[in-house]
């Protein structure tokens, strides 16, 4: 069984910067992503970032403003937020995409950390 523990998040300001860290542990191979997504309130849950082979995606929300960074040895992602604002006040979630199968994938999610970012 494949765990994903993410570090807490909190409230901080506006502005501001803060890390968030993921560790995935268990029975890990052919890894096909690691990435972020978040929930806000009432809110569908949406891409943050995810890392793949042949690069790294970001949602249009965050782009230019933050930036994951994948331990590949450690199986661990960085996401690094920069120039927060309160509309990124969400539920941050770490995601791995494993290979499953031939060429299917399976998904796991950690439990979510949140993160509130004040005016």
């Known amino acids: 069984q494949v765990q994903l523990v993410e570090s807490v998040g909190g409230l901080v300001q506006a502005g501001g910067s803060l890390r968030l860290s993921c560790a995935a542990s268990g029975i890990i191979f052919s890894i096909l992503g690691m990435g972020w997504y978040r929930q806000a309130p009432g809110q569908q849950r949406e891409l943050v970032a995810i890392?793949?082979?042949?690069?790294?995606n970001y949602g249009d929300s965050v782009k230019g403003r933050f930036n994951i960074h994948r331990d590949n040895d450690k199986n661990k992602i960085y996401l690094q937020m920069n120039s927060r604002n309160p509309k990124d006040t969400a539920v941050y979630y770490c995601n791995i995409e494993l290979l499953w199968g031939l060429s299917g994938r399976k998904r796991y999610w950690g439990q979510g950390t949140q993160v509130t970012v004040s005016a």
């Open positions: 890392s793949r082979d042949g690069g790294t």
